[in-house]
């Protein structure tokens, strides 16, 4: 429930541009000089402790690519949008340097599965306050000429990005304003609500087999909200079980014992009757929630995105 699925923790500092191909509409000189820096600007939080400026006039949604931050003359073509720019945080799961070997590979595979048409330059630019960019650029095979950069800072355990990409003279154009957002980009306390501060559990049960030879499951998942927005997580199953019964030439097979999951870490924050999780070894889990019950015997109602549900009840010691 609360812990991030594999393909949350997989998620990659650039996320798709679109699913269509950018064929961009032929654009005129004043569309392709760069964009002033920003002038009149916006404040941004996230509930989970994102924040930087913004040019007033841009919008930010939440979308399922992270933070889309979307400026009101955004190009289009043919086939939809041809530049978009996304604002993303991910734990950096022990990585220390944005420049390590394994770390830019990572980036560049990613960028390469969703473009594979684009090439990484070798040189990766220092950033003032730390912070790297990476440049992908190459040609569309529709003809486009595309270009794409990864902004991205080391804060607290978490990689802070924005991942900006698009046809070459859009990028080009809003690369002041994102430079002067990215310079913004920080990390501060998350909005939480103390009364969801506490530690909750939650049961699982299966078994596998038939009445004859069968193994049984029983896990334990367990959570603790911190008041001062951190969190925790474990996650144990206890397996018991007799196998061999239906071989009539040996005796069955009795099973048991108890594996636990490795312990995640991470940051909580609540807006409305929504909880962000967000876990230092990668990904965000956001679900909604609703309590009852008297302190002490309180339960947890959860609703992922997908729709499903499962109750989770307070520890009380």
């Known amino acids: 429930m609360f812990a991030a699925s594999p393909a949350a923790r997989l998620m990659a500092l650039l996320l798709p541009v679109a699913a269509s191909p950018l064929v961009a509409a032929p654009q005129s000189p004043t569309q392709r000089d760069a964009e002033p820096r920003i002038a009149g600007v916006a404040d941004y939080t996230h509930p989970i402790g994102v924040r930087f400026q ?87 095979p529709a003809g486009l000429d595309a270009e794409c950069h990864v902004y991205s800072k080391l804060i607290g355990g978490y990689v802070l990005s924005i991942s900006t990409a698009g046809e070459r003279s859009l990028v080009r154009r809003r690369r002041p304003s994102i430079e002067t957002m990215f310079a913004t980009l920080t990390l501060g306390e998350p909005q939480i609500d103390p009364r969801l501060a506490s530690t909750w559990y939650a049961k699982n049960y299966r078994t596998v087999g038939d009445v004859q030879d069968r193994i049984n499951f029983a896990n334990t998942q367990t959570v603790t909200l911190v008041a001062d927005g951190s969190l925790s997580s474990s996650s144990q199953t ?49 679900c909604k929630v609703y309590v009852q019950g008297a302190p002490g015997r309180r339960e947890l109602l959860v609703t992922q995105l997908n729709g499903s549900k499962s109750l989770w009840t307070e520890y009380n010691e």
């Open 54 to 140: 913004h040019p007033d006039r841009w919008r930010v949604s939440e979308t399922g690519l992270g933070l889309e931050v979307t400026p009101p003359d955004r190009g289009h073509g043919a086939f939809g949008p041809t530049e978009i720019h996304v604002v993303t945080i991910v734990g950096a799961n022990d990585v220390t340097s944005l420049e390590a070997p394994a770390a830019v590979q990572f980036v560049d595979a990613r960028v390469r599965e969703l473009f594979p048409f684009l090439r990484r330059e070798q040189d990766i630019k220092p950033l003032d306050g730390g912070g790297r960019r990476f440049t992908w650029t190459g040609r569309h």
């Open 238 to 286: 206890a397996i018991s079980g007799q196998t061999g019964r239906n071989n009539p030439q040996r005796p069955g097979t009795s099973i048991s014992g108890m594996t636990e999951a490795a312990r995640e870490a991470g940051r909580w924050a609540m807006q409305g009757e929504y909880v962000y999780m967000l876990w230092k070894t990668g990904g965000v889990t956001k």
